[in-house]
């Protein structure tokens, strides 16, 4: 277990070099990918709740820290004193374990008990009316976005009217899964077999990232998605154009592609509503075009992406469910222009 050890460790350079190293990539283990969302960075008030908890602990655990290793130094420092009434000296010891050992860390678990029921009332679910429930679905791996009250489906994308909470109803037909938008609101798990419920809140239109915060398989790492908050009408324009069905294609290349579509193995797993393709294993198709990203957001939602998608999902994804497609460079390009339609 030497190598655990950086004093053993054959470094070239000053006595102190394997330490500034040592140093370096504890600092860079601390920095932030750039775009990473941040639960540091709340852009809701679930968000702020935890993260104002958060910075209590921080703070609360680093003075205790501080505290502590202030004793220690002075234990290791200060030479014992030699009184003749060893008495004394007991006494004042006991004095010091009652303050510093029973009081103080009563006193301490007393403020994180009362601010972590205040957080807890704090992410109560508020008053949400039943049109902004958002069902999410837990796949492997990517996550079904149903709207109940509107009747359709969508996948890996999540909108919502900006400044007004929506309840989020999470299951998982498969392995526990964790969902998490850090700038929105914390983390709940998607378990079989179990509902659970949460909401969502942003104080600002914009795009924020979510992604599967539990190990769940191969690709647990590609299992991100996006929450879009909307002014009011911008949202309600979305739902009204997302439960259209599909247009389907009369002429051209864009209707071969719908062909290729209809006979293909596709519609064993993908619905597009207003046609025949009614599986429902992989995410709904509809009105894929308008989707800002691919296979859970993993990549921007563009042709040759696509393209690439479906020629060879397991290149980008190893072990997903999706197979690949067998065919020709015609087919392909003709189905990629039919898929283009669907916005
Ligand atoms: Cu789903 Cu990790």
Redesign the pocket.
């Known amino acids: 277990m030497n190598f655990l050890n950086p004093s053993r460790w054959k470094l070239p350079g000053a006595r102190w070099g394997r330490w500034v190293i040592l140093f370096c990539v504890v600092w860079i283990a601390g920095c932030a990918q750039s775009g990473a969302p941040s639960m540091l960075d709340p852009q809701g008030r679930g968000a702020r709740a935890v993260t104002d908890l958060w910075w209590l602990l921080f703070w609360m655990a680093s003075a205790v820290f501080v505290f502590f290793l202030g004793f220690l130094l002075l234990a290791l420092f200060r030479r014992r004193a030699t009184r003749p009434d060893g008495e004394v000296a007991d006494r004042r010891g006991t004095r010091v374990v009652l303050v510093a050992g029973i009081i103080g860390p009563f006193l301490v678990l007393l403020v994180v008990f009362a601010a972590t029921i205040w957080t807890l009332r704090a992410l109560a679910m508020p008053p949400v009316p039943d049109e902004l429930t958002v069902h999410v679905i837990?796949r492997r791996?990517w996550w079904e976005v149903q709207y109940p009250a509107q009747q359709f489906a969508t996948a890996n994308e999540i909108h919502i009217p900006v400044g007004r909470p929506v309840r989020v109803v999470l299951t998982s037909p498969n392995v526990v899964?964790?969902f998490w938008v850090p700038e929105l609101q914390g983390k709940m798990d998607l378990v079989p077999g179990k509902t659970n419920v949460m909401w969502l809140e942003a104080d600002e239109v914009g795009v924020y990232r979510g992604l599967?915060a539990?190990?769940?398989g191969v690709q647990?790492a590609k299992?991100n998605f996006l929450v879009i908050a909307q002014p009011q009408a911008e949202f309600d324009a979305w739902l009204a154009q997302q439960r259209l069905p599909a247009q389907i294609p009369e002429d051209g290349s864009a209707r071969t592609g719908f062909d290729v579509f209809m006979q293909s193995s596709c519609i064993e797993c993908h619905t597009i509503r207003g046609t025949d393709a009614t599986g429902n294993l992989g995410p709904d198709l509809t009105h894929l075009a308008s989707r800002r990203t691919l296979a859970s957001s993993v990549m921007p939602n563009n042709r040759g992406n696509l393209g690439g998608w479906i020629a060879d999902p397991q290149h980008v994804k190893p072990g997903n469910l999706m197979p690949p497609a067998t065919l020709t460079g015609t087919e392909l390009q003709a189905l990629l222009d039919f898929l283009e339609t669907l916005e």
């Open positions: 837990g791996w899964h964790s599967c539990e190990f769940c647990h299992m």
